[in-house]
Structures are given as structure tokens and as C-alpha cells.
């Protein structure tokens, strides 16, 4: 009971400190999909329906989680990382279990929640709150349940095959593509029962992950099709497909991934460099217990175990179905890595038990003591403890101390986050800034562009279901659209509407004009614009025009 009480202590006080590590995260800006899910957040709290009464091109639930957020913490710029937060500590003791299990080692299960949390926590602030980092957790829930399924009997296997089938059916509504995660996890489930195919029971688990994913995943397409969104679903699906043909280009291919395999290094350097040792560790402990049957017989069942471990197929196959999702979606964005995380994180930890193992049978072979043998491998841990609280704190309290005690602003503060060329934090926030001293909250404002967070920082409405320029200029997307945001428009008449210059986004506009280029070749908003609206002043990259009616009622 003490020893239980002890290692769950271990878990807990790992969490908390990965925890107090990332609060500065709280403080984070917000990136512009970050802005278009709390906008339409903001408009199902209002009873409103995603897609018909506010568009954007991602699946259903990132909407709905964020409108959780917003409801318990307030359309605030923290509430969506109160997720990263909450969807941590609820991941936790999922991964603990589950590598624990794999490994047959508690402590494996200890490191690759700190792995885990640290490499999540110090992503960018534009891939933290995202899909692509939030579906970990049910990822983590999924496999444990396919693996505790795999090892139960009767019963117990089915209703771990009914849990595994009810995530898997909430996985795929992040994302189609995460298909690829759950015909990994089927796949490791066939193998591992592959001599009870022809039984009852084999037949009855299988139904049961079928009725688990009919369960969620069709209760909630029954649920959308009643809300009448799958109609506007359809056409995402299929300009997603137009969208991420873009990238099969060859040359343009390899210049993504190029330029994201090192971008993705400078964030997990650390963990895969830990990964790329693994198998000199492996192979250094497997010698020293084959050359010392002295040593062989003294060690530790949890060292044997791990050196004999036969359970990394399901780790191989999650890794290869996050390499297919990001693939397939051929752009290498630094959001599109995250699913494998956790089993890097595995992987990971692994490593760092390993070489401590290894550690220790090298000074009992030196014959140094026991004194040596139990603390060299505490050392090696140790050291990759500090290491890993280092990289969290250079990332986030070494950022936001100055903010913190009032040596910087706010727009200094955000100045310091950057994410591609066209998003400038800093900008937006002073943005918001000036016009919150002439637009009154819950107005409503237009932009031009891909900046929907400007809105939802300011407190106000999207003029127009279309908070972005890409659906009203791809040419994979209904022209008739172009129309019915000119006729919303009109009907709107915002106090300002703001219009973005040096926004190259060839990938989601199919265009490589920006958005004051485009907005000349779309001569409905253009007209509406002109006939209308002045030019107020400039402010970085946005160009800020007022309606003309205010100009005339401001004079004397």
C-alpha cells in the first residue's frame, strides 16, 4: 500500500512541476486559427450553429472544446490554453499507465509523462490550443484501452474494446486523416489475437470497438447532421483535399519538409537525441549481462523486463501512423508532428531507464561499491531532469519573467512571439488597442485577411460568417460565396474594416498575391469597399479604413 501511495506521489509531483513549469503559457498570444475556433466558440454559446452561422474549413470538436474553455474561463486569450492545461493532467495518468505496462517498468511510466509534458508545453503558442495537440490525449486513451484489451479476457476484453472503439469514433472528428492512428491501433489488436480470430470471443471485442465507434462517433454525426452541417462538411472535406494537393508537388514538397524536419529538431532535439542512443544503450546492456552472470543474477526485475520487453510494435505502429498523417498532408507544419509525440515520449523514457541501468551495471562490474552503483544511475537521471526543466524554463518563464514584474508592456511582450512571416502578435495587439478606443464591444468588425484573433481579443463580432479571405479566393471553394459576403456586408455596415498587405499565403489562398492584391480581383468587396469606407490610418501590416458615414458625423 506504502510503495502504491509512493509511486503514485512520483506521478503527482511530476505533473505538478511540468504544471508550474508551463504557466506562463497562460500569458501566450494567440495565433489566427486560435481566434477563428473562439469566434465560432462564441457563436454555439450563442445557441449558433458552426459552419452556417460562422465558417472556418477545420472538423466540429476543437469548436466545441473551446466553447467548454470559454464557458468556465471567459472569452479571454488564456482560455484556450486552459485546455493544453486540463487536457495535460487528464493525459497523465493514461500515459503513466500505459508505458508502465508496455515497459514493464513504473519508472519508464514516471519519465514519459515528464517527456511528454515538457515537449508539449514548449511548442510555439501557434501549436499549442490546436487539433493536432489536443487529440493526444484521446490518442493516449485509445491505445491504453486497446492494450488493456489485448491482455484481458472474456469481459473485461470487450468493454476495453467498447472504450477504445468510443474514442477512436471522438478521434476521428478532429480529423479525418487521424484514420491512420486508428488502423494502427486495429492492426495492433489483430496481431495480438491473431490465434483467436475464429472465436466467439474474438467476434464479440470486434463488435464491441464497432459499437463503441458507432456509439460516439455516430451519435455525433447524427448530432451535426441534425444541426444541418454536413452539407458545408462536404464541401471542407473536399477543398481540404484540393488544399493539401498543393504540397504533392515535388519540389515543393521537399522544400516544406526541409524547412520543418530542422524546425521540428529545434523543438525535440533533446527527446530524439535520447530516442537515437536507445539502441547503444540496448545493446550495451545486453552485452554487460551476457559478459557478468555475477551482475545477471543480481539485477532487478524491472531491468530484465525492459531489456526483454516485447511490446514496441504498438509503439512503431502509432509512430508510423503520425508519420502517414503528416504526410499525406504535405506540409510538414510543426502542428502535423504532435500526434507522435507521446510515443516519442515513450520511447524517451525508455531511453533514460536504460542507460541508467546501464549505468549502474558498469560500476558494479568496476566493482565501485554499492554506493556507486545506486547513485550513478540516479546522477544520469538527475541530469536529464535538470535538462529537461532547463528547456521548459528557457522557453516560458525565461520568456515571461520581464512581462511578469513589469519590466515590458504588452506589445513588448508579444513582440517576442513570432510565427511566419505575416503574424506579428505585437501588431494585432496594438491593432486591438486602437480600435478599442472607437469600436464599443460586441460591435462587429471586418477583416480582410487571415486574422480572425483581432476580433475575438477586441470583444467584437465577425461582420461576415467568413472570417478569413482563403474561402472567398481559392478556387476550391463555391463562387457563389464571394456574393453572399458582400450581401452580409451590406447588411452588417462595420465601423471599420481592416484589410492586410504582406500576407503571402500561396497554401491556403492558391494564390501567391496577398490580400490587398486580391481584394482588387474581387470586385464585389472591392466596389463595396470603395463606395463606402476610407482610409483611416496604417498600423504595421494592416491597412484600417473607416465608414464614411462616421467621418461625416464626427465633423463639426
Given at each position: ?69 470559454i464557458a468556465l474561463v471567459g472569452p479571454t486569450t488564456a482560455a484556450p490554453r486552459a485546455l493544453d492545461f486540463v487536457g495535460f493532467v487528464l493525459a497523465a495518468p493514461a500515459l503513466y499507465t500505459l508505458a508502465s505496462r508496455l515497459m514493464r517498468d513504473r519508472r519508464v511510466g514516471v519519465w514519459a ?53 468510443a474514442v477512436c469514433g471522438l478521434i476521428l472528428w478532429f480529423k479525418h486523416y487521424y484514420v491512420f492512428f486508428v488502423a494502427a491501433l486495429v492492426i495492433e489488436h489483430l496481431w495480438r489475437r491473431r490465434r483467436l480470430w475464429r472465436t466467439r470471443a474474438f467476434a464479440a471485442e470486434v463488435g464491441a470497438f464497432i459499437g463503441g465507434g458507432l456509439l460516439i462517433g455516430g451519435g455525433l454525426l447524427a448530432y451535426f447532421w441534425s444541426k444541418g452541417m454536413l452539407q458545408e462538411m462536404v464541401i471542407i472535406s473536399q477543398s481540404t483535399a484540393a488544399y493539401n494537393a ?311
Amino acid at each position: 500500500m506504502l510503495m502504491t501511495l509512493n509511486r503514485n506521489r512520483r506521478l503527482v509531483l511530476i505533473v505538478l512541476l511540468v504544471v508550474l513549469l508551463a504557466l506562463p503559457v497562460l500569458s501566450y498570444p494567440m495565433w489566427r486559427d486560435h481566434g477563428m475556433y473562439g469566434n465560432i466558440a462564441l457563436k454555439i454559446l450563442e445557441g449558433k450553429t458552426p459552419y452556417i452561422d460562422m465558417w472556418d474549413q477545420k472538423p466540429p470538436v476543437i469548436y466545441y472544446l473551446y466553447a467548454a474553455a470559454i464557458a468556465l474561463v471567459g472569452p479571454t486569450t488564456a482560455a484556450p490554453r486552459a485546455l493544453d492545461f486540463v487536457g495535460f493532467v487528464l493525459a497523465a495518468p493514461a500515459l503513466y499507465t500505459l508505458a508502465s505496462r508496455l515497459m514493464r517498468d513504473r519508472r519508464v511510466g514516471v519519465w514519459a509523462v515528464f517527456a511528454y509534458g515538457v515537449f508539449y508545453f514548449t511548442e510555439t503558442y501557434a501549436s499549442l490550443s490546436q487539433s493536432d495537440s489536443l487529440v493526444t490525449i484521446p490518442m493516449i486513451y485509445a491505445a491504453l484501452c486497446v492494450h488493456l484489451a489485448g491482455d484481458a479476457r472474456g469481459r473485461r476484453a470487450m468493454l476495453w474494446a467498447l472504450g477504445a472503439g468510443a474514442v477512436c469514433g471522438l478521434i476521428l472528428w478532429f480529423k479525418h486523416y487521424y484514420v491512420f492512428f486508428v488502423a494502427a491501433l486495429v492492426i495492433e489488436h489483430l496481431w495480438r489475437r491473431r490465434r483467436l480470430w475464429r472465436t466467439r470471443a474474438f467476434a464479440a471485442e470486434v463488435g464491441a470497438f464497432i459499437g463503441g465507434g458507432l456509439l460516439i462517433g455516430g451519435g455525433l454525426l447524427a448530432y451535426f447532421w441534425s444541426k444541418g452541417m454536413l452539407q458545408e462538411m462536404v464541401i471542407i472535406s473536399q477543398s481540404t483535399a484540393a488544399y493539401n494537393a498543393q504540397g504533392y508537388d515535388w519540389n515543393e514538397f521537399i522544400a516544406s519538409m526541409r524547412n520543418y524536419v530542422f524546425f521540428r529538431w529545434s523543438h525535440w532535439g533533446a527527446m530524439l537525441s535520447l530516442i537515437a542512443v536507445l539502441p547503444l544503450g540496448r545493446w550495451l546492456s545486453h552485452r554487460m549481462t551476457k559478459h557478468d552472470q555475477k551482475y545477471e543474477q543480481a539485477q532487478s526485475i524491472e531491468s530484465i523486463e525492459i531489456i526483454n520487453v516485447s511490446h514496441w510494435r504498438l509503439i512503431f505502429l502509432w509512430l508510423l501512423s503520425g508519420l502517414a498523417f503528416m504526410l499525406i498532408q504535405a506540409k510538414g507544419f510543426d502542428t502535423h508532428w504532435l500526434p507522435m509525440l507521446p510515443a516519442l515520449a515513450i520511447l524517451a523514457a525508455v531511453s533514460v531507464i536504460t542507460w541508467a541501468d546501464v549505468l549502474g551495471k558498469w560500476v558494479n562490474h568496476a566493482e565501485k561499491g554499492l554506493w556507486s552503483r545506486v547513485t550513478a544511475p540516479r546522477l544520469w537521471q538527475m541530469s536529464i531532469g535538470l535538462l529537461f526543466i532547463g528547456i521548459v524554463l528557457n522557453s516560458t518563464w525565461g520568456r515571461a519573467i520581464p512581462y511578469i514584474v513589469g519590466w515590458e508592456s504588452d506589445v513588448q511582450y508579444f513582440s517576442r512571439f513570432r510565427e511566419g512571416g505575416d503574424v506579428k502578435p505585437a501588431q494585432s495587439l496594438q491593432l486591438v488597442q486602437y480600435l478599442q478606443q472607437r469600436v464599443v464591444p460586441g460591435d462587429t468588425l471586418y477583416i480582410w485577411g487571415f486574422r480572425p484573433e483581432v476580433v475575438y481579443m477586441g470583444g467584437w463580432r465577425p461582420a461576415t460568417r467568413y472570417q478569413a479571405q482563403f474561402p472567398l479566393v481559392a478556387p476550391w471553394y463555391p463562387v457563389s460565396w464571394k456574393q453572399n459576403n458582400v450581401d452580409i456586408l451590406w447588411a452588417a455596415m462595420p465601423p471599420y474594416i481592416v484589410v492586410l498587405q504582406n500576407d503571402y499565403m500561396p497554401w491556403v489562398t492558391g494564390s501567391h498575391e496577398d490580400s490587398h492584391e486580391l481584394l482588387v480581383r474581387y470586385t464585389e468587396l472591392s466596389n463595396w469597399v470603395s463606395a463606402n469606407y476610407q482610409r483611416d490610418v496604417v498600423l504595421g501590416e494592416f491597412l484600417v479604413w473607416k465608414r464614411r458615414s462616421l467621418l461625416t458625423s464626427s465633423q463639426p
